[in-house]
């Protein structure tokens, strides 16, 4: 039985990374009902606009160097979605990993602590659905060279910070985030347009698990609330589609046709295991077809047919 959870209300919590694809339309709905804080280096004056317009309070630092000095400590919540892919070992292990660490000892009288993680923390080893318990590699490598091995860094930090800090934490194991912000689809979508070859990888059909923003905003209450200490940990999706389904209906929605470039050197397909999302938390609602089409309705009208 899946749990229910009403959803956050009159809560003070702090996300970290909101200009992001992924944590911007969490961050913008949680702010409806809560005092929301956003933390992020806020590169630009738009970007820090763009998020204080929304209701959330900008709060700007680099994980990777440390200082959280302006920070509050009295957050109820902490939604940890920040992430660097800068390419460069030292700064990206220090962010992602030590960042995480530092956030957790800062916050640690929050009620409990979601630490974003990624599915790319999996070895890939041929088709089939991945469990909680599978064997982590390093199976970005090819396309993000830093990226596995400091979300796997940063999952061991989280869980030693969870047991010194007795802070209920969970730590979720992200697949392929989607929506009216934008997504991977939403880049094929482009590279279509533009008659680029997508690159897919050789072992077909490449199986991952999308979610729509709007599933893992709702979600975020139920991921909280099996916070625990150790931390527990979940793998995070939404039903199995394969990349070239969702390209070919991408072509059904705008006439423009997906050109495919087998290849070993990109992402593997990556089908996780979500039975114990489904018992604890419940499933995603919306659509895959559905959550394209309105991806496309909101950042494209124009190319659909």
Known sequence: MAKTTSKLSGEKILVTGPTSQVAWPLARALAQDNEVYGLARFKTVPERERVEA?????LRADLGEGRLDGVPDDFTYVL?????????????????????GRLMAHCRAAKAFLHCSSAAVYQYTGPGKIA?????GDNHRDVFPTYSLSKIAAESVVRFAARQWDLPTTIARFS??????????????????????????????????PIHEDDYAAQIPGLLAVAGVPATTLNWGGAPVA?????????ELTGLEPRFQPTERTIPPLELDLARLHELVGPAAVDWREGIRRMVEARAPELLR
């Not at 929304?54 to 900008?58: M, N, Q, Y």
């Not at 909680?132 to 982590?136: G, H, N």
């Open 80 to 100: 940890n979605f920040a992430v660097v892919k800068s390419g460069d070992f030292a700064y990206d292990l220090a962010a992602n990993a030590e960042g995480a």
């Open 176 to 209: 392929v985030p989607y929506g009216n912000n934008g997504g991977w689809p939403w880049f094929h979508l482009l590279m279509m347009k533009g008659g680029t070859e997508i690159p897919i990888h050789c072992d077909r059909p490449c199986v991952y698990n």
């Open 132 to 136: 909680e318990d599978a064997a982590l």
């Open 243 to 251: 990349l070239e389904q969702w390209c070919a209906y991408l072509g």
């Open 54 to 58: 929304a209701g959330v309070r900008a």
